[in-house]
């Protein structure tokens, strides 16, 4: 119940304040102490019950005419802080379960899977209990009769207010009960089923280091400036266009092309973490996330239908798959060289996983944003039957070119990634050496 405009600016104003909170939990982390449950463990189990409380009222509406929007700000800005104190640790479990490249790897398949299946599962949860709410589209006044357009508007804004509104409100607090539940659910799995390796950690540095000391050195790391370039342009690529496609899903059957790429991506991940076990990562990312961009080009060049509304979709959850998977497996490597550069520095870990983990959810927010004051500005009309033109050719523009831009553009800084398939296994054989 907000106008766009507000509801972008939260979106933006919660990645800002991410930029703060990420890198300082993942600072914080690294010098917590070891406990009988790990390192990286309590952060995780005490975090999660205040996160679901938080997401609740994110979906809540509180009963007031004014502050409406620092309320959603304020509880956005927890929710983040909080899935921050659970995502940086659950990343970066992956380097404190083995020291083993390979098995780095496997690991990291294996999350990917389940974090798009995930995906899948929330969207079709919020989906179905959602989209069981009927709201009635609103004719433009431009198509209604004259003599009957202000009582036909009236008419239909009271029905709204008074019926379909409360079920809404209650459809979306379902929906995150739900997907609370199932939060809590996954991280008792976590908990009990994921054990931290001592020997693996290195998160104890001999030698303490400030907080602006550590970022100073990761962030003057070459290779982990490029890799989260890269990764950030061609994610964002992606997620700007499932968000104008989620702008364009009609009430009714609208979610079959949203769940489509999500559905081949959980299914081809396995295939691509054997394509870079193949052919090398570097290659594997080349290949992967430029097949998308035939098929972006043809939502701009053909007229739209369903059949290619769907082959479009299949082949960006191909892509997806690699553009999500591949810059994860990559990270652990940099990590890797990091090692070896400043052998003498540990712990900082956690830092280097909490800016990865800041600019998936940036690149989310930001996505969101750009798409809802895009079409804001060409005039989209809430719950409007029809659509001024400008809003189909920025929903074009959303899902085809600017994609497809940005996803030359991450290719072109991971070709500038430093570290090939011959540098990993000198790494690899280097730090063996070391230990």
């Not at 001592?198 to 104890?204: I, T």
């Not at 400030?210 to 982990?224: C, E």
């Not at 500038?416 to 280097?430: F, G, H, Q, S």
Request: glycine share 8%; hydrophobic share 45%.
């Amino acid at each position: 119940q907000l106008d766009p405009f507000y509801a972008s600016i939260i979106l933006f104003v919660g990645r800002a304040w991410d930029a703060v909170t990420d890198p300082m939990v993942g600072f914080f982390i690294s010098k917590t102490p070891w406990t009988r449950l790990g390192r990286l463990m309590p952060w995780i189990i005490f975090s999660t019950p205040f996160a679901v409380i938080s997401y609740f009222l994110i979906w809540f509406v509180p009963d007031i005419s004014r502050g409406q929007v620092m309320w959603y700000l304020t509880f956005y800005c927890i929710f983040q802080t909080l899935v921050t104190c659970f995502h940086v640790p659950y990343s970066a479990l992956t380097m404190f379960i083995s020291r083993e490249q390979s098995e780095r790897d496997s690991a990291t398949a294996y999350r990917m899977t389940v974090e798009v299946l995930g995906t899948v599962l929330g969207t079709a949860i919020q989906g179905q209990i959602v989209g069981k709410v009927i709201t009635p589209c609103i004719e433009s006044p431009l198509f209604i009769g004259n003599t009957n357009s202000s009582v036909a508007m009236e008419e239909l804004n009271m029905t709204h207010d008074t019926g379909s509104l409360t079920d809404t409100r209650n459809a979306y607090m379902i929906a995150a009960g739900v997907i609370g539940g199932l939060y809590i659910l996954c991280a008792v799995i976590l908990s009990v089923g994921v054990r931290e390796k001592r020997e693996s950690s290195e998160l104890q540095s001999d030698k303490p280091v400030s907080f602006f000391q550590g970022l100073k050195l990761v962030m003057n790391h070459g290779a982990y400036i490029k890799l989260i370039a890269g990764f950030l342009f061609t994610s964002l690529a992606f997620m700007v266009s499932t968000a104008g496609g989620t702008a364009a899903a009609q009430p009714g059957g609208g979610w079959g092309p949203l769940l489509s790429p999500q559905l081949s991506a959980t299914l081809t991940i396995p295939f691509w973490q054997w394509f870079l076990t193949r052919f090398g990562k570097k290659t594997a990312v080349y290949v992967g996330i430029s097949s998308a961009i035939p098929f972006l080009i043809m939502v701009a060049v053909l007229d739209s239908n369903l059949i290619i509304t769907y082959i479009v979709a299949v082949a960006a959850g191909i892509s997806v798959a690699a553009a999500f998977l591949l810059p994860w497996s990559m990270l652990p490597d940099v990590i890797d060289d990091f090692k070896l550069q400043h052998p003498d520095s540990h712990g900082h870990e956690a830092i280097f996983f909490s800016f990865y983990v800041f600019f998936t959810k940036f690149t989310s927010g930001v996505s969101l944003g750009i798409s809802t004051l895009s079409l804001d500005f060409a005039g989209y009309q809430t719950r409007g039957c029809t659509q001024p033109t400008n809003v189909n050719i920025t929903l074009k523009m959303l899902v085809s070119a600017v994609p497809v831009g940005l996803i030359l553009l991450g290719l072109l800084l991971f070709k500038l990634y430093p570290i090939d398939e011959e540098k990993r296994r000198k790494n690899k054989k280097a730090l063996q050496d070391l230990r």
